[in-house]
């Protein structure tokens, strides 16, 4: 097992220096440098002494590939490079919008499972009765209800319609007042988790309905267990695979930040930092915050595999 | 799992309703909550052209003059003007008993070196260029500054009404480092910026004038619009800038709310590359220009929240848009301009910013629409901010929709546009001696009424030369709470009267 991990985190190596090309090469590809996306046409009234100035300072003058294997050595060494707007390094900056993506996608995932495990788990078990219907057009509607609509609505609902509005800017962390941030984080949360849910429910309904006409069920019931045994001890456990492999799916896309509830919400979370950086065109901190993503996402799934041999027996790593 | 949900349930309710007791019950300080959607994007207010910037740097640091809500030029930190015989000696007076954030006393040591600063070439300085004509700075004593310039420049007076021009402590300069503090004369004292979340602002209780009434100013980034009507609604700002008009208009009629406008100098313009053929037929560029009624395409895009404009935009520098050249629709003569020209169907790409001002894409839908009428086919390049701004920096387009920034004064507005050695010249792409001459006798002029007729004739001129179509200027917004009193809105959409603002909850 521990060979397995140490096997699989070396393989993270390569991937993660894949992704850092793509994204160097892709951000150098948009037009417009960091020059005219600060100055705007003001970029314009330069003179040719100032421009060359200011590609010297913004380190445009070197040839590209030089620039990434600075990038990339300062990177091994833990420098992720310096973002000049925020005048921060860069993966200060990413540490800092870190927590709040974490508890979102956390909060989502919980709001998901709540929600849709047990309807689609109950979709699949009274199969074509009313509570499957209901089951199912709540996943239909959560699958093709936006979450830039849904959440513009509850904005809508709420200020209007209660004169509340916690997400009005000013985000306070856990720390510093656990309520105050709940209250700031719920809504949102609601709102990614709403949609998730309705992919939760649908796989975890055909699951269900999968193993249901597994051989070792008929077996089961004709031994004579009974329904509610059968259900949760043989048919559950083996429902599960699918569903980890989609929460680990989506929690990788939750972790490299949401931007349009971020957006909506005025959130200051990954997302945010990573789409100004590209309008902004802060290479470094976008090639950070790209690279930090992928890293979470091939974390998660080697979780989801080391779960994998949790829950079934069958599977081991060697 | 049933019991945990529950559990979360609940937990989720109590939360929400302990914040909901705890924002009841306290009293709310006596700061005021800014909303906007953009940030900040540096502190440096000699290089910053971000307009997210000026509106935060403006009530941290103060210029030399200002501009009333009609644009004159009236005094803040020089009490006192006046330019020699032949308006080549600019002398100022300062205003005594100011201090610096840092305790440190204002004086024409501090006016010197922001000037040096600005006009040495490896700072930047945005508005380095309105200054050139400074040959040498003069102190006399702590409290003159004499200008000694190279030309006759009456302009230059309105360049210091900037953001871009305020007053630094000569310590900070020596220093050098702009990105980290910001310290100035100003009505606040920032307190903590933290990008693209909020920045807090702390009242200065040594500002040479009374005040401010309030304990400071929390300005907060809200990405999102109607995030920010929303969070006006439900009270949770007390002052919002706008900058959408679907969105303010929305505001109208509530009645909680004051809805403030004030007609900006910014204008909205469709410009037309007359290095590109057919844009270098002056008929062509005409029939274009008598093809579109200025009016629908406001109406169109912006709901008719504005005015139709010619080229000057300032309130004292309009022009009656009757005398100028076609401003009001006529195909026919349109259609024998084309004629003319011997320009028959034509297809010419429009690049437009796709939300950057959020009207570009319907004035530009407008256009489309009315130049098919004369048999030109326009096609609508959408582009992102940064790309666009490249673009239009390189003069790469047959035609552009645009928002450019105004200026209080005409010769500053378009002397890097419309002169012969203008640094924009090769985005207007069209220039004529007509053009250049007037503006260098503007320049000179110091005489106001013989300034107006020359930039009258000058827009007069431009108009029918047609090189752009000027369409209309929108309004500046914003919005506050009825118990936020005393904001005066100005034109250059400027934030500085809040340090007069009182909150009466």
């Known amino acids: 097992m521990i060979r397995y991990l140490l096997q699989r985190l070396v393989a993270f190596i390569p991937t993660l220096i894949g992704v850092s090309i793509v994204i160097f090469v892709a951000i150098r590809l948009v037009p417009g440098d960091q020059i005219t996306a600060t100055l705007g046409t003001e970029a314009g009234m330069l003179t040719d002494a100032q421009r060359e100035q200011l590609r010297q300072f913004y380190g445009l003058d070197r040839p590209p590939i030089e620039q990434y294997f600075t990038w990339l050595g300062g990177v091994l060494q833990g420098n992720f490079g310096y973002s000049i707007r925020f005048g921060q390094p860069v993966l200060d900056l990413i540490l800092q919008r870190f927590p709040l993506t974490l508890q979102l996608a956390l909060m989502a995932v919980i709001i998901a499972l709540i929600v849709g495990l047990p309807i689609g788990l109950m979709s699949a078990v009274y199969h074509n009765t009313l509570i499957d219907l209901v089951g199912r057009l709540l996943a239909l509607l959560g699958l093709a209800l936006p979450n830039f609509l849904f959440g513009t609505l509850l904005i809508y609902i709420l200020s209007v319609g209660f004169g509340i509005l916690p997400n009005a800017g000013g985000y306070i962390s856990f720390a510093e007042d656990p309520a105050r941030n709940l209250s700031q984080m719920i809504f949102p949360a609601v709102t990614l988790g709403f949609a998730f849910s309705a992919a939760l429910m649908r796989t975890a309904r055909s699951a269900m309905l999968e193993v249901l006409g597994e051989d070792y069920i008929r077996t089961a019931r004709s031994k004579g267990v009974t329904e509610r045994r059968v259900i949760w001890r043989h048919a559950l456990r083996n429902t599960l695979i699918p569903v980890v492999t989609l929460i680990g799916v989506q929690m990788g896309y939750l972790l490299g930040g949401t931007f349009i509830v971020e957006y909506i919400f005025s959130l200051p979370g990954l997302g945010r930092l990573a789409v100004n950086a590209i309008s902004q065109r802060e290479y470094a901190l976008v090639q950070g915050v790209t690279l930090f993503v992928a890293f979470n996402f091939v974390l998660i799934n080697l979780l989801v595999d080391v779960l994998y041999a949790a829950i079934d027996p069958r599977i081991t790593y060697r | ?505």
């Open chain 2, 1 to 505: 799992m049933s019991r945990f949900s529950r559990f979360l349930l609940i937990a989720a309710v109590v939360a929400l309703a302990l914040s909901g007791a705890a924002a009841a019950s306290a009293q709310k300080p006596n700061v005021l909550i800014v909303a906007r959607a953009a940030d900040t994007t540096g502190l440096d207010p000699h290089t910053q052209t971000a307009f997210a910037s000026l509106r935060l740097l403006e009530l941290i640091y103060e210029p030399l003059v200002t501009l009333d809500a009609d644009l004159n030029i009236v005094p803040l930190l020089a009490e006192k003007w006046e330019f020699s015989e032949g308006a080549t000696v600019l002398s100022m007076k300062l205003r005594q008993g100011v201090k610096f954030h840092d305790g440190s006393d204002f004086t024409s040591a501090d006016v010197k070196a922001t000037f040096e600063r600005i006009l040495k070439e490896e700072t930047k300085a945005a508005a380095r260029s309105t200054f050139l004509g400074i040959d040498s700075i003069e102190t006399p004593d702590d409290y003159s500054v004499v200008f000694k310039l190279k030309t006759a420049d009456v302009p230059i007076l309105a360049s210091f009404a900037s953001v871009n021009a305020v007053i630094a402590p000569s310590e900070l300069i020596a220093e050098g480092d702009f990105s980290k503090k910001a310290i100035g004369t100003g009505p606040f004292v920032l307190r903590e910026w933290k990008p693209e979340e909020v920045t807090f602002l702390d009242r200065n209780p040594n500002w040479w004038v009374q005040g401010p009434a309030i304990e400071g100013i929390e300005m907060r980034v809200i990405p999102d619009e109607s995030a920010i009507l929303a969070a006006l609604r439900a009270g949770e700002v007390d002052f919002a800038l706008l900058n959408d008009p679907l969105v303010a208009t929305l505001l109208k009629d509530d009645p909680n709310i004051t809805l403030n406008r004030v007609p900006a100098i910014a204008y909205h313009v469709f410009q037309l590359n007359a290095s590109r053929a057919p844009m270098d037929k002056l008929e062509f560029r005409q029939a274009l220009s008598c093809a579109i009624d200025r009016q629908e395409v406001l109406d169109a895009a912006s709901l008719g929240e504005g005015t139709v404009t010619g080229p000057l935009t300032p309130p004292a520098w309009r022009i009656d848009t009757k005398e100028l050249f076609c401003y009001t629709k006529d195909l026919a003569k349109a259609k024998e301009l084309m004629a003319k020209a011997g320009v028959g169907e034509v297809t010419l790409k429009a690049i437009v910013a796709s939300a950057e001002p959020p009207t570009a894409l319907s004035e530009a839908q407008s256009i489309q629409a009315q130049l098919a009428e004369i048999g030109v086919k326009l096609e609508i390049e959408p582009l992102e901010l940064s790309v666009y701004v490249d673009r239009w920096l390189k003069g790469d387009f047959d035609t552009a929709v645009a928002l450019n920034g105004g200026r209080p004064d005409p010769y500053t507005m378009y002397v890097r546009y419309w002169t012969k050695t203008g640094n924009l010249q090769g985005v207007a792409n069209y220039i004529d001696d007509t053009l250049d001459s007037l503006m260098a006798q503007g320049r000179a002029e110091s005489d106001p009424a013989k300034r107006k007729a020359i930039f009258d004739q000058f827009q007069k001129h431009l108009v029918e030369m047609a090189p752009w179509i000027w369409l209309y200027n929108g309004f500046e917004y914003t919005a506050q709470q009825k118990y936020v009193e005393g904001f005066i809105p100005n034109p250059t959409d400027s934030l500085y009267s809040l340090a007069a603002v009182i909150l009466n909850r």
